[in-house]
């Protein structure tokens, strides 16, 4: 079957157990020696073929014994219980890498994701500020998380990081926040004043659409 076109453009949150700042983007070990936490992304504007996926939240759960790149990874999606059949099947094909080139977002996860627990459809109270650094994800009897800005311990003022990834793959830019997440779910973790980032991201096909330059010039952080 020929790759399918599609596009999402919208807003992107990661949570993990690591200390502020993701050691990943800096080439060393996690913190802890493993990696869980919690990813997600809001559609604002999506299409697979002729399937919209505007306003599509997608939140998933993960584990890493070791670094990401190890692999041995689980991972438990959740998404709106007033999806369509239509748009499930469309972003399950997103999501596990089809058709992708080597390298890219969903392809690399379909490899280092080992472990697939099954998905959760529920009801999702999730909102992403990228430029306030602010985010929440709800999902009764499963998960709680927040993430706010970084606070400088001596004035309490708030603390500024953006990580800026010129040949990154998830996103190009980041705000830097800290984040506060628990599960009860099947992959359980809890998490306190952590890595969390957030971020505008446009991706298609072929990995990440636009670069560097392009995408600050759609997406300006201010």
């Known amino acids: 079957m020929a790759s399918r076109d599609w596009s999402i453009e919208g807003r992107y949150v990661e949570y993990c157990s690591c200390t502020l700042g993701c ?31 505007d306003g599509m939240k997608v939140v998933a759960t993960f584990f890493f014994p070791r670094a990401i790149h190890h692999g041995d990874g689980h991972m438990q999606p959740f998404l709106e219980d007033t999806v369509t059949e239509e748009q499930k099947e469309a972003i ?15 392809q690399i996860f379909s490899v ?26 709800r999902v009764p009897e499963s998960l709680r998380i927040h993430a706010e800005p970084i606070r400088n311990p001596v004035t309490d003022e708030e603390h ?29 973790f809890d ?28 997406f300006p952080l201010g």
């Open 112 to 137: 280092i994701v080992e472990h697939h627990h099954d998905p959760v459809l529920a009801k999702l109270d999730f909102d992403i500020d990228v430029k306030k650094r602010k985010a929440y994800i």
């Open 23 to 53: 050691p990943c983007e800096s080439m060393v070990p996690p913190t802890e020696g493993h990696c869980t936490g919690a990813v997600g992304f809001i559609v604002d504007k999506g299409h697979c073929d002729g399937v919209s996926l």
């Open 92 to 106: 399950f094909y997103i999501l596990g890498g089809e058709d992708q080139p080597v390298g890219t977002m969903f």
């Open 160 to 188: 500024r990081i953006i990580t800026t990834l010129p040949d990154g793959w998830v996103f190009h830019e980041a705000e830097g926040a800290a984040g506060f997440a628990k599960s009860v779910g099947e992959l359980k």
């Open 191 to 218: 998490l306190s004043q952590r890595h969390s980032s957030m971020a505008y991201v446009a991706w298609g096909p072929n990995g990440l659409k636009y670069d560097l330059e392009e995408s600050r010039r759609r």
